[in-house]
Structures are given as C-alpha cells and as structure tokens.
C-alpha cells in the first residue's frame, strides 16, 4: 500500500472506539433496551406464499389475559402510493403492505396480525387465538416462470414500467430498463471470437448475526420514541412517518449499537408495528425477530438470471458485448436493476453494448440491498465471459481486461467520464502479485475477477463541538456499521491538529443532530466525513478570529498549525501561539463555546475497483470446492483507518466466497423456505476459508479533501467470478449457476 505519509493521523491505525463496550457486553444493542411497564410484540405470519386474506379476527387474542393489544392490516392507514427515497425506500403502499399484509399475504412469512402482551410466552400463545381465512392461490416462484404471460398474477394492478409504450395489461414485471450505446450488431460482425452463455445466481441472505429488534414507546402527546438496530435511522423516521400518515417530529429515533447489516437493515419491518401497539396500549412495546423470522420475511439479495454475449478480435479488442438479465423483486418491485444495468460493463471502455433489465415479482420476500446491490450479479456474468474470452485467445485474463480496460477519462456505461480511477493500477498490481504468480498444486484451478461499484455521496450533517479542556467531540448522524466513528476522528484529527485520543464520535439520534441519509452504498466516510471536515474547517475559521481579537491583529494573520492559531511568518514574531485548549478554555470571554457546523448532499463519490485472485481445489470425489488461496486487491482512494479497509475487503470477500460456494434459498413447490437458519443455511466460518490476502491500492478521490472513496461495497463483487472462473479452470468445464455445492460439482463432473 502506498502509504500516506503527509498526513499525521490518517493513515494510522488506532484502537477501535466502539471495541471494549461490544467485548465487555457495555455495548446496547435493540434487543437490549428495557423500560417499565414494556410489552412485548410478536407477529402471526401466513403459513401460504399466496393467498387471499379473506378475513382476520383477533378477538380471541384480546380476550387473552395479559394480552394488551393486536392489531391487523385494517387498522393502519390507508395504504397510499408514493415514494420514499433511500436504500431501503420505494413505493409507500408496497412498504405498508410488506409490514403487515391487507388483501393478500404474497410469501410465506408474511406478517398478517400481531400482539402485544405482558410476556413474550404469552404474546406467542395469543398468535394461535388468531383466526385468519385464506384463500390459498398458485404461488410464482421462478423468475422466468413469472414473466410467462400465462402466470399467475402477484398484482392485478402491476404495469410494466419503463416500456417505450404504456401497457394496459397486468403483468409480473414490475420494471424494465435498457443501456445501450453504439452499435452491437456492427460490434459482433467485428469480432474474431465470441462466447455466449447464460448465469443464475440463487437469492442470498446478508448474514448480518443481530436479528432485527426495536422498542417503541407513545407518550400521552402521542409522540412515538423508537430505539432500533438500523442503518439509517432518519429514513426509518420517513418510512415510518409515511406508513403512520403522521408528522416525522411525531417521531423520535435512536439508532442502538448494529449487530451487522450490509444493506438488510435499510428496511423498516418491526418499527411501525412496534409504535401502532404501543399506541393503542399506551405501554412501551418491544418486539424481536427470530432467526427464522428474519430468514422468512426480511429481505435477501435477488435471485438473477443474466444471458450474456461478448465478442472480440484476436488481439483481444472486445467489440460488444450484449446482456439480458431478470431478477426477482420478491412480492414488490424494487430488485436492483438499475444498478446491475450500469456496473455490468462498468470495468471496460466498450464502443458497443447493449443492457436489457427485468424487475420481476415472485411470491418470495420483498428483496433488499446486500453490498453492491445488483452488481455482483451482473458483474459475474460479464466477468465469466472475460475469462472465457481469454481461453479462446489465448490470452492471460489480466492482459485481456488491461487491454480493454475503463480509465480516467472513458466514459462510462451509464454516461459520464470517469475521473481518476484505479482499476489500472489494480490490475497491474495484480498481474505482479506473489499470488498470481506462484504455482498451482495439481488439479487446482486459479481465477481472476474484477469488482466495481459507484460509490455514492448524497446528504449528511455533523457538528464538531469542543470542550473547555480542548477535547473534541463530533456528532453526527450515520450508524456506525463499518467502522465510521474512528474514520471522523481521524479526519477531525487530521484537520484540526489534535490527537485522536482527544476526540470521540457519537452517533446522535434524529433529534440530536443534522440529517443523514442511510449508512450504505459506501458513503459514510465519504460524505459524513466531508461534513465532519467543513465543520472542522468551521472551527478553525472562528479558532483564528478569536485568536485574532485576542491579539489585536488582523484575521490574515493569523494561521493554524498543529493544533494551535500562530502568527503568519514574518510578523508579530513575540505573539505566543494559542492551543485549540486555550482558545476554549477563554471561549467564554471571545464569543461563546465553539460549535461547528456543516450539512451538505456530496457529490462525487468516485468509482471504485477491486481485482480478486482465487486459487481453489476441488474433490472429483466428493465435489467439495476447497479455497486455497486468496488475494483481494482495491483502490480505497486514501485509506482513513487501513486496518478497517482491510477487514472491509476481507469481509467482502467471505461474503462473495459464500454466495459462491455455500449459499442460497431452497424453496419447496409451495413457496416454503426450507434452509431458514444457520444450520441449514450456511454461511463461511473460520475453518473454511484460508487467510484472505489484501493489498490496497491508493488513487485519491479529488471530490474529497483527503482523497476518500468508498471500500465497503466493492469487495463482494468479483470473488463471485473469481471463483467460478477458479472452478472452471480446475475442472476444465464451466458451471453456469451458483452455488458451486457438491451436488452442483458433481453433476458438472459426471456430464
């Protein structure tokens, strides 16, 4: 890693300030918060993928002692369109109805009823005094089965969106959208060689291990106070607030320390019902998930279908490359197309190229954001077709992907040039790695795969407050997931000269502090750090004013150096320097305590790369696929905290192993998860995966003071290729849908 050796504090690697509490159990997690007199919340979900709720009587669950209130579909607002934004946002009515089901329950675990009750025994013996009549309907649940135009219909009220013109027949696609440029038919006539195949990717689940939990309490003025575990607690506010039909200042939230999300936690579930039972109970209510419930009915990532098509000249010009890809939504539109649209050709400078995307309800959950929405999906397909491109030419995939690869200056599928990037420099320093060079045991197999995402900027607020003794502290309002409190110390640090051990981060709730859009898509650092920096920047400003009034001089010539105002060089040489602890310790005396401010919507958030190296082996006996080696390597702009980068990549990197290897959603005939747990349902554990290898790459942002662009989401994307590419090679034989599990092995072995 190229280290940044002008900075002081950045670049260095502290102690993590959230380590102790979560070590010694300090730490407040959801599920943590008690208050008197609480509730507890428990929800009845259908026991059918697809039915008409033909009515519901919670009677006998009331009449249940201990059992203080229950509430159905019929007794929230009405469900009106709109949109709230966000990761976690879309259509207000399919939010409503996702939390508690109205006409029909669309997936197995969709939430129909639910109580609140003086203990969680009791809560989950009032769930069996429901009495719900259903009228169970064929449940949809292939991706390509439901856009048949003889498929049973999830909506009759669904119109494709995005047509070129306006359909006036219902329809399980919810949306469809197309990229294009040049001209592709052109591009393939050009091309000496061509591969064409088709990829499914299963639906997977986050992993994250705190399941979802929050505790709502109504005051007699009716005004709702939420503790939740959530990556965006301001547009848990808005989501809720829509849902309510009531004002976002009738609303209260409190983010509590995140057990994990990676985007599965941008989604409201539990908040809306927690408050509606405390309001009708006029007690607080808290409710938790179990791990099944989590399984059942919160978001995974999509389920894909993508048939790709790339052509090339034999010195390894790619000419165009084609694609179609479907993923399934779940019961409401929002799969990610529109981000697996624009990453798929995203690594490459490409005169020819078209994209057409599928948004496609299935009687499944409504899916969420996981890393890299959309992107390792699409991105695995296009990668797979780069390697087998480079098995037809002969070529070193390396070579092939420098040869074709985007740069500062090309223009991007989606539209605008590319400023600095590093997927150059990646590449090469890939190509030189020990692990891409050093021997392969025999039978083993080594792939490469390239990973990307946007990077986004969007809003934030902070506020950097300093005390009387000249300590720091910053306020900000983004859920700390990935390690952000240290990364706004170590800017703060940066900044103002003063060391990190002086300055602590919290996370304020939605009354405490600005507004902060959700902790994803890789923008914290980015974006809440720029507001950390101007408000930092604010501090130093009315720092040299002070300091200037102080001595009786103009405010030019004052400077700030390491911490502390001094005179500019070459005047008022006898003037002592003040210390930010001296100019606080007199604040009282020249103005007032010294606050700053910043609220901004960031732009420029710069793409960012990875390279991953795979080495894995394989049992011809068994079809078990062992990873024997693997090296991820990424431009992080500059890395804040590098010890946080690395466990972003390697993090990352498990994830996209798993997906690969182990993970996915088995559904029966009926729509029935059947792997809803850990047990059955297997993520990586330590003893599965070798030391995963890092190497940091910086190419600084200039959108961002110190050159930050976002690490968390790009890490997933290319073990997916990287390994499938890897498995290819050991077995001389691609396999075409993930995950690569024994049974699927084996199968490719025997054919």
Request: glycine share 10%; net charge negative.
């Amino acid at each position: 890693m190229a280290e940044a050796s002008d900075y002081k504090a950045i670049g260095t690697r502290p102690v993590r300030p959230d380590g102790v509490d979560k070590v010694t159990g300090r730490a407040q997690f959801a599920a943590d918060q008690n208050m008197p007199n609480m509730l507890y919340g428990k929800i009845l979900r259908s026991p059918h993928a697809h039915a008409r709720i033909k009515s519901v009587d919670v009677s006998g669950a009331l009449a249940m002692d201990g059992v203080l209130a229950a509430v159905t579909g019929a007794d929230f607002p009405a469900a009106s369109g709109g949109e709230v934004g966000g990761e976690g946002g879309g259509d207000v009515a399919d939010i409503a109805c996702n939390i508690m089901a109205r006409d029909k329950a669309l997936y197995h675990g969709h939430a129909v009823a639910a109580v609140a009750a003086i203990s969680q025994c009791i809560a989950e013996q009032a769930l069996d005094a429901i009495e719900v009549e259903y009228e169970v309907l064929e449940p949809v649940l292939d991706v390509i089965a439901a856009m048949a135009e003889d498929a049973t219909l999830l909506n009759d009220n669904n119109f494709t969106k995005g047509l070129p013109e306006t359909s006036d027949k219902p329809s399980n696609v919810a949306t469809t959208m197309t990229l294009a440029r040049g001209n592709v038919e052109e591009g393939f006539e050009q091309a000496d060689v061509t591969v064409e195949s088709e990829y499914r990717l299963p639906m997977a689940h986050q992993g994250y291990i705190e399941p979802h939990a929050c505790t709502a309490s109504v005051n007699e003025e009716g005004k709702a106070t939420v503790w939740c575990s959530t990556q965006g607690h301001f547009e848990f506010r808005s989501m809720t607030a829509k849902i309510l039909n009531c004002k976002v200042s009738d609303l209260k939230f409190i983010a509590a320390e995140i057990g994990g999300g990676f985007g599965g936690k941008t989604v409201v579930y539990l908040e809306p019902v927690a408050v509606m039972l405390s309001r009708q109970s006029g007690r607080p209510v808290k409710m938790m998930m179990s791990r099944e419930e989590v399984f059942r009915a919160t978001g995974p990532t999509s389920a894909t279908v993508v048939r790709i098509k790339v052509g090339a000249k034999n010195d390894g010009t790619i000419t165009a490359a084609r694609a179609w890809m479907a993923y399934e939504a779940g019961a409401f539109a929002g799969g990610p197309i529109g981000p697996g649209a624009m990453a798929i050709y995203a690594p490459y400078d490409l005169e020819n190229f078209h994209v057409e995307a599928y948004d496609v309800l299935v009687n499944k959950p409504k899916v969420a954001a996981y890393r890299a929405p959309g992107a390792p999906q699409a991105m695995h397909a296009m990668e797979c077709a780069v390697d087998e491109l480079a098995g037809k030419l002969r070529m070193d995939p390396i070579d092939l992907r420098l040869k074709n690869a985007a740069d500062e200056g090309t223009q991007a599928p989606y539209g605008p040039k590319f400023p600095p990037i590093g997927l150059k420099s990646c590449l090469e320093a890939a190509k030189a790695h020990p692990a891409y060079n050093a021997p392969l045991p025999d039978g083993a197999g080594r792939g490469v795969g390239v990973g990307f995402w946007f990077n986004i900027g969007m809003q934030s607020s902070a506020e950097v407050r300093i005390n009387e003794d000249g300590t720091v502290i910053v306020m900000e309002g983004s859920p700390d997931i990935g390690g952000s409190r240290a990364s706004m110390c170590l800017m703060a640090s940066e900044t103002l000269g003063v060391p990190y051990e002086q300055i602590k981060a919290y996370v304020g709730d939605t009354e405490s502090t600005g507004f902060c859009n959700v902790t994803g898509g890789s923008r914290t650092t980015f974006a809440t750090g720029m507001a950390v920096v101007q408000a930092c920047d604010d501090i130093i400003t009315q720092c040299k004013s002070r300091t200037a009034a102080t001595w009786g001089v103009d405010e030019d010539q004052v400077e700030w150096q390491d911490g502390q105002a001094v005179p500019m060089p070459g005047v008022n040489a006898e003037l002592t320097p003040l210390s930010l602890a001296d100019i606080a310790g007199n604040a009282a005396k020249t103005g007032g305590p010294l606050l700053g401010r910043a609220s901004l919507n960031a732009q420029g958030a710069g793409a960012s790369y990875s390279v991953n190296i795979c080495d894995l082996g394989i049992d011809r006996e068994t079809g078990k696929v062992d990873v024997l080696a693997f090296t991820a390597i990424q431009d992080a702009g500059t890395a804040i905290h590098p010890a946080y980068v690395e466990g972003q990549m390697q993090g990352g990197a498990a994830q996209g192993l798993g997906w690969a290897l182990n993970e996915e959603y088995l559904y029966d005939d009926q729509g029935v998860l059947e792997n809803a747990g850990f047990l059955d349902y297997r993520i990586p554990v330590a003893s599965d995966l070798p030391m995963i290898e890092t190497q940091i790459i910086e190419v600084p942002n200039p959108s961002h003071p110190y050159g930050v662009r976002g690490v968390g989401e790009t890490p997933i994307v290319g073990p997916l290729s990287a390994t499938t590419n890897a498995a290819s090679h050991a077995l001389g034989k691609r396999i075409y849908e993930l995950p690569l599990s024994p049974p699927r092995v084996l199968d490719a072995i025997d054919e």
